[in-house]
């Protein structure tokens, strides 16, 4: 059974410095990999995907890595902003088939102005 | 700006009470997925369904909750009766279906069972 983790539960840096958020998953048998932020009392929203032939994916100052062999992805958050205040979920896609979704049990970041 | 609609947004019920919860999910999109979140378990598929068929609902208690989508607009999830560790809120996603693309979530039904 596909297990994710996500270290550390919660992170607090200053505005303005780079950050990197990991996550590690048990089975590198994905189909692909996924970032999402989670804003208080709302849904998910989905930040960058990367497939599993892919190395990283780019959106702004978002780079996402991924090492599918050691099990491991990092989101990479450069000059942060109040605003990134929020928590990251990563989650998988497995190979075997069908969409559904491993999700870690997040990141908690807040951004101190 | 096509979303994902879902409805209540917060549900205060006592236990043994039925609790429908529903998801309107984008229009053209044919899978929908109803997830579960917790602080101790952390978000949680509860089932999925393509072109209005359910493919998946082994993450749910068979015995209490139920799933369906009467039409391709609807998608319903139901539990009957709901007891104190129903409390969660509870997701609809809906997908193009593309195992490239991505889920795109609703803002979540809070359910608290007293």
């Known amino acids: 059974k596909q297990e994710v983790t996500q270290i550390p539960a919660a992170l607090s840096v200053p505005e303005g410095e780079n950050l990197v958020l990991n996550c590690s998953f048990t089975d590198s048998a994905i189909y692909n990999l996924q970032w999402f932020r989670q804003d208080p009392g709302k849904g998910l929203t989905s930040l960058l995907l990367?497939?599993?032939?892919?190395r990283e994916q780019t959106s702004g100052r978002l780079n996402a890595s991924l090492d599918k062999s050691s099990g491991r992805s990092t989101l990479y958050i450069a000059a942060s902003q109040p605003g990134d205040s929020a928590t990251y979920l990563c989650a998988v896609a497995e190979s075997s088939g069908n969409e559904k979704l491993t999700f870690g049990t997040g990141t908690r970041l807040t951004i101190i102005p | 700006d096509a979303r994902v609609t879902q409805t209540p947004r917060d549900k205060v019920t006592e236990m043994g009470q039925e609790v429908t919860m529903r998801c309107q999910p984008i229009?053209?999109?044919?899978?929908v997925f109803w997830y579960r979140q917790t602080m101790m378990q952390g978000l949680e598929l509860l089932a999925y369904?393509?072109?209005?068929?359910?493919?998946?609902d082994s993450g749910m208690p068979k015995d209490r909750f139920s799933a369906e989508m009467p039409d391709a607009t609807l998608a319903t999830l139901k539990i009957q009766p709901s007891e104190p560790r129903d409390s969660a809120v509870y997701f609809c996603a809906s997908g193009e279906g593309l195992r490239t693309d991505t889920q795109y979530f609703g803002p979540g039904t809070r359910l608290t069972v007293l």
């Open positions: 990367i497939q599993s032939s892919q």
């Open positions: 369904f393509r072109n209005r068929a359910p493919l998946d």
């Open positions: 229009l053209g999109h044919n899978t």
